[in-house]
């Protein structure tokens, strides 16, 4: 049997220049707007546009593909992508780049929801399992190399706003020349956040807390670092060491979370999550080996959370509403990144760069307080679902499974083992 269907590879090479071009974008616009003297409350309102625009792409993209079919609104969002970068290149101002970055977030997430459930499509039963673990391989690394490609340049140039637009551009060509019928029309499962809170408050509240911390660090960690005297180089380093080390400490976290009440597990990790902030905020350090430590560690307790809080909602959860479960609370995450940025930008703005560290110290002290409260109105699930794995949400869109054709025939044929 083949590793993965041969129908995957133009769509996973595709994946590949699109997360390279994210991680390029996503990074140089925080060093260069440093580097350009905006203010720290400017540079968070970037994500804030960013999620802005990635909540409205959830929404809106797939009626644009019901519309128009998968090929056609790809090249349309990679081309826009494309479009907005370059232009944050021609337009150096804090005024143009937030609305362009909102532009980014519409285009990023409708390329990943229409990538996302064309994999869906490509793969059975049998390698879906193996096609999305490899997907999941491939983001992470894209990412990073287009993070680590910024230390070989000079920032201050524009050959990073172009490089990122040539590979926005680039991750068409796979899908628009590959001889293949585009895939089954859209499936559409429509959200409940009502229910979703009645199934679980912890999730929800939680996954808007964290939402808010993951953003805040996803963007500000660029402003913290250049702050406390970092090179491009250590802060490329600093941004990858969380996302490897998050990647690695969902094996361990997931198993803990597999034989025990997932709430303890989650409060565990959030009070070293407060932990490693406290460290930033008290010890301030300067030195690039223990920034490199702390950041391992912080990346660690802050990208596992998000799985933690998923597998929690999905214990209380019927079989037939993991669509809805998954997809609300990709878009509360996508909601509580709109404020995190606003609110640790403005933190920071008076506090200095350990700012940052204490507004995320700040959510995930409430979320181990919210948790701790909610343990005591309510035990744990008696049946309980395996703990899945996850990237970190930045690399999935709330409408994935929604979008996925496939969706109703596996709920059935789960439901007939």
């Avoid at 913290?224 to 998050?246: D, E, H, K, P």
């Avoid at 070293?272 to 406290?278: D, E, G, I, R």
């Avoid at 430590?293 to 596992?304: D, V």
Wanted: glycine share 10%; aromatic share 8%.
């Amino acid at each position: 049997m083949p590793l993965l269907p041969k129908s995957t590879a133009p769509l996973l090479i595709g994946a590949s220049a699109l997360m390279f071009a994210g991680g390029v974008n996503g990074l140089i616009l925080p060093v260069r707007g440093a580097q350009e003297g905006f203010s720290a409350f400017s540079l968070g309102l970037l994500v804030t546009g960013w999620a802005v625009g990635f909540v409205l792409g959830c929404l809106i993209v797939p009626r644009t593909v019901k519309r128009v079919g998968h090929i056609r609104s790809f090249g349309a969002m990679t081309a826009l992508a494309s479009v907005a970068i370059l232009l944050s290149l021609l337009l150096m101002h804090p005024a143009a780049w937030i609305p362009l970055r909102a532009l980014s977030g519409f285009c990023f997430a409708g390329a990943q929801q229409i990538m996302e459930s064309w994999l869906n499509e490509r793969s059975g039963p049998d390698s879906r399992g193996r096609v999305f673990g490899i997907y999941a391989m491939v983001n992470l690394t894209a990412t990073t190399i287009g993070q680590m490609v910024l230390p070989l340049g000079d920032t201050g140039a524009e050959t990073f706003f172009v490089l990122g637009a040539v590979f926005y551009a680039l991750a068409m060509i796979p899908t628009a020349l590959y001889a293949s019928q585009q895939p089954k029309p859209l499936t559409e499962v429509s959200l409940d956040i009502p229910k979703l809170w009645r199934n679980s408050p912890v999730a929800v509240v939680g996954i808007v807390l964290v939402g808010m911390a993951n953003s805040a660090f996803g963007t500000l960690a660029a402003v913290y670092g250049n702050a406390i005297g970092m090179s491009v180089t250590a802060i490329a380093i600093f941004l990858s060491a969380t996302l490897i080390a998050g990647a690695v400490a969902q094996v361990p976290v997931g198993y803990a979370s597999d034989k025990t009440d997932r709430r303890h597990v989650l409060i565990a990790v959030g009070v070293l999550a407060v932990a490693t902030s406290v460290y930033f905020i008290v010890a301030a350090p300067r030195d690039a080996m223990p920034i490199l430590i702390g950041a391992g560690l912080f990346g660690a307790f802050i990208h596992t959370m998000y799985p933690l809080l998923v597998s929690h909602a999905n214990d209380h959860a019927a079989a037939d509403d993991f669509l809805r479960t998954s997809g609300g609370l990709l878009l509360l995450f996508g909601i509580g990144s709109i404020a995190g940025p606003l609110i640790a930008g403005g933190v920071m703005g008076f506090a200095g760069p350990e700012g940052l560290f204490m507004t995320i110290a700040a959510a995930h002290t409430m979320l181990i307080g919210f948790t701790i409260w909610r343990i005591r109105q309510r035990a744990a699930a008696a049946i309980r679902r395996a703990y899945v794995r996850m990237p970190t949400t930045r690399f999935s869109t709330p409408e994935t499974l929604a979008m996925n054709p496939r969706a109703d025939e596996d709920d059935q044929a789960d439901d007939d083992r």
